[in-house]
């Protein structure tokens, strides 16, 4: 028997590969859904950080700059004499 025959057009898979309803793949590709972020991200990020969390930040940083620094420095050992 010949199953392929009996099914109806629609109940077939389209060109996009996402099923009933599509037509072609350049209408799936319309019809997704676009993520956005939600309300209280966007407030955080534009929102002024707090006085202490600045400090923090400013100790951070100079904390680092300081290790740069001294990883960056080359130490020359000095010459023992053998005999003393």
Do not use: W
């Not at 010949?2 to 019809?31: C, D, H, Q, W």
């Not at 209280?40 to 620094?69: A, G, S």
Request: proline share 6%; hydrophobic share 35%.
């Amino acid at each position: 028997m010949n199953f392929s025959a009996k099914r109806p057009v629609s109940a077939t898979l389209s060109a996009s590969g996402r099923g009933i309803g599509y037509k072609s793949a350049k209408e799936a590709r319309k019809s997704c859904t676009v993520p956005e972020p939600f309300s209280f991200d966007n407030r955080e990020r534009f929102k002024k950080k707090p006085i202490v969390q600045l400090r923090l930040e400013q100790e951070m940083l100079e904390r680092l700059e300081i290790e740069q620094i001294e990883y960056s420095q080359v130490t020359i050992s000095s010459i023992h004499p053998f005999s003393l």
